[in-house]
């Protein structure tokens, strides 16, 4: 890691962004922000029952998106229970009483608000992106600024669509080189928090760059960006390119005609100026990386497949020694074995980190011929995603091996819908958080990539994904 100076007549892609939205800042270094976009979820109720308590009303209600997401049921069958389906009502009731615009349940354009967002051309370079969650960061792969606020900052950004901030330190996390075939963006991003820590980034945004970042499709992008907060950071960014004008270009919400003409020049623009300094700089190189699975409850306790569990019996720092053997315990595994060749129980496909179609195409790429040994779920990152992938036949691919395909939302990462993880279970699972209970209390989460989720499912174990790609790409 090296620390570099910060000339002062050079910004940095994010200084630019700070400086487009900043109204005023005060003696203490508090900036007021103007907001773009504000999404909020069910979650918002509790920033809505304040504007209601205080006869406020929403300043910006255009700038406005609201989209029902943790607590959709996914399967065409559930019945919500009612506290479940009272957060849903909720949701549109706010919504519809301040004509913010809902992609609700039912809604072609409904998904979980990190995927539609990005995907319905509202997250575009240079905006400022909030949303009452702390996977907000995912936005910053197309170059916008974006963060998760809390309740009470959300009803002030619905009263005021400002938000207060002090300027976070700037690190620049630098990928060069080539990823292998079978390593995708969530090896990349566990690479680098477990070895930088989950708080490795803390008080910083982390500006991705390099080769193998460059190399990254936009939707590899989200994921890696997605993963910033469980390293600590905010937000996540990446200077907007050839790569994300191309995606963002035709989404119902992106500029069109020579409205998008200026705005593509604009966008190419922001990226920082050349010789900008940041305060830290950590390089990794692409071609090391292999897949990598966590076996622990906090993301940073992630290994690469090829590995073995630790020992808390050789670990000389004693702290260090209780929270692996902590653990270990947790999570039911034996310290030193190998982690390939752990038995699970179930698969998750899904989550804003990696249920996009080029996370379903992937898995299905495991998957296609083959059966599961283990049940699972897929559910895919918005409605679209789901109908493409069914226009692409990756639907049946993962019925054929037995999983279920279901509808989309948060579902299994979080567990708010009611689709758990049962106690004791071991699951493969494409999502963000590996936390003690996260998907159901007691369930063991093992996070992976999609390809390694699918692979998993092929083996019944934790599996190195790269062989059984050979021959297939
Ligand atoms: C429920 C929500 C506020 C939460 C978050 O902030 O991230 C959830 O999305 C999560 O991933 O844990
Ligand atoms: S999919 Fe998971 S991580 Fe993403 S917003 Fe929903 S609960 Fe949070």
Known sequence: ??????????????????????????????????????????????????????????????????????????????????????????????????????????????????????????????????????????????GAYA????????????????????KPKQMRLVVDGRLMPGIGAKDVALNWISRLGADGARGHVVEYDGTAIRG???????TLCNLSIEGGARSGLIAPDETTL???????FAPTGSDWERAAEGFLALAGDDDAGFDREVRLTADEIAPIVTWGTSPEEALPITATLPDPAREPDPAKASRIAASLDYMGLTPGRSLEGIEIDQIFIGSCTNARIEDLRSAAAVLAGRRSKVPGLVSPGSTLVKSQAEQEGLDRIFMDAGLEWVGSGCSMCVGMNGDLVAPGKRCASTTNRNF???????????????????????????TDVRKLLRGRC
């Open 1 to 142: 890691m090296t620390v570099s100076r910060r000339p002062a007549d050079k910004r940095t892609f994010f200084d630019k962004l700070w400086d487009l939205h900043r109204i005023l800042t005060r003696d203490d270094g508090a900036t007021l922000l103007w907001v773009d976009r504000h999404f909020i979820h069910e979650g918002s109720h509790h920033a809505f029952a304040n504007l209601a308590a205080r006869n406020l009303p929403v300043a910006h209600p255009e700038l406005t998106f609201g989209v029902a997401d943790h607590y959709v049921p996914t399967r065409p069958d559930a019945v919500p229970t009612d506290s479940i389906a009272r957060m849903i009502l909720t949701l549109s009731e706010n919504t519809a009483r301040y004509g913010i615009t809902l992609f609700g349940r039912g809604d072609p354009r409904q998904g979980i608000v990190h995927v539609v967002g990005p995907e319905q051309g509202l997250t575009l370079p240079g905006l400022l992106v909030v949303c009452g969650d702390s996977h907000t960061a995912t936005h910053g792969a197309l």
């Open 147 to 166: 963060f998760g606020i809390g309740a009470t900052e959300v009803a002030h950004v619905l009263a005021t669509q400002t938000i207060w901030q002090k």
């Open 436 to 462: 003690r209970g996260r998907q159901g209390q007691g369930a063991r989460t093992h996070l992976v990539s999609p390809a390694m989720a699918a692979a998993a499912a092929v083996t019944g174990t934790l």
């Open 216 to 222: 990254l499709t936009v939707e590899g992008r989200l």
């Open 246 to 252: 191309n995606w963002i270009k035709g989404r119902p």
